[in-house]
């Protein structure tokens, strides 16, 4: 039997704690933070892991992205409250590969925006506000990194509010456009969503809290244009119809072997929007 690991329980704000799972990786960073929302966190306290599901007097709880098929991680999330809703951030499997077993384990109805990643609930919808856990949580559709990816808004999350951005933004580096589902043009556009919502607190899906989502966003909205000039760069110095593995090799040259796949991905979808995205 695995032995539980509760120091991997952070602390990530007044209304949320992730857990951070077991599968760490050049895409994943440390691995996938799974995030429980609940009111009875704000009293500061961390979950309290003693069994294989909470107990009736437990605090209910939102789980926001169970992530991989592990036992010991599914076990501890499963443990830190009543589990009245799952949501899911994506569809990649780091987020979703235990999420039918989360549900099968806790009873807890899953959410996305994708159905078929839902289980007893209907999918999300952007703009949706739900009530769970004590807790506001706004759904937006913030598409790019993939086409069904969301960002939850909790905007009575301390002094600022937060937001659950999944791979959107992370916490560290920056993200990938996974062409053909993702798409830059959408993901530009769901920059420019969230740097609407101003000084957030930012809660990724893999990497540290960030203080402010506006900041990053800025950040991450240059990088794309930097990006978008070396390729504009390659183009001329290549060709208008240069295939991308042979702009990558030209604007990548430095990139480990093992991202060499997602630094591709990225070339493609750059591409494509300048190519003609609509």
């Known amino acids: 039997m695995i032995e539980p690991q509760p120091s991997r329980w952070v602390q990530s704000s007044e209304l949320t704690r992730y857990r951070l799972a077991p599968n760490p990786g050049p895409m994943s960073l440390e691995g996938t933070n799974s995030y429980v929302i609940s009111e009875g966190f704000s009293a500061g306290a961390m979950p309290d892991v003693h069994g294989p599901t909470a107990g009736a007097d437990a605090p209910a709880v939102v789980v926001v992205d169970p992530g991989p098929l592990d ?61 769970a856990a004590g807790v506001r949580i706004e759904v937006l559709a913030t598409p790019g ?22 791979d959107t933004i992370l916490g560290r580096g920056t993200t990938v456009i996974a062409y053909p589902d993702g798409r830059l043009g959408d993901y530009l556009e769901s920059l420019r969503r969230l740097e609407s919502l101003g000084s957030k607190t930012v809660l990724p899906a893999h990497g540290p809290v960030l203080p402010d989502l506006g ?13 978008l000039a070396q390729i504009r760069a390659a183009l001329e110095r290549l060709g208008a119809e240069a295939p991308v593995a ?9 990139v480990d072997a093992s991202v060499r796949r997602a630094a591709e991905t990225s070339v493609a979808a750059q591409l494509d929007y300048l190519r003609g995205w609509a």
């Open 246 to 254: 042979a702009v990558t090799d030209l604007v990548y040259a430095d």
């Open 215 to 227: 900041e990053v966003v800025r950040a991450y909205a240059a990088h794309r244009e930097e990006r």
């Open 71 to 131: 036992a010991a991680h599914l076990g501890e999330l499963a443990a830190a409250g009543r589990v009245e809703l799952v949501l899911i951030t994506h569809h990649h499997a780091d987020h979703t590969e235990g999420a039918e077993e989360f549900h099968r384990i806790t009873g807890a109805p899953v959410r996305a925006l994708d159905a078929s990643l839902c289980f007893a609930a209907p999918p999300l919808a952007d703009g949706e506000v739900i009530e």
């Open 145 to 166: 990194h993939t086409a069904d990816s969301v960002s939850l808004l909790l905007p009575d999350d301390g002094d600022q509010g937060s937001v659950l951005t999944g």
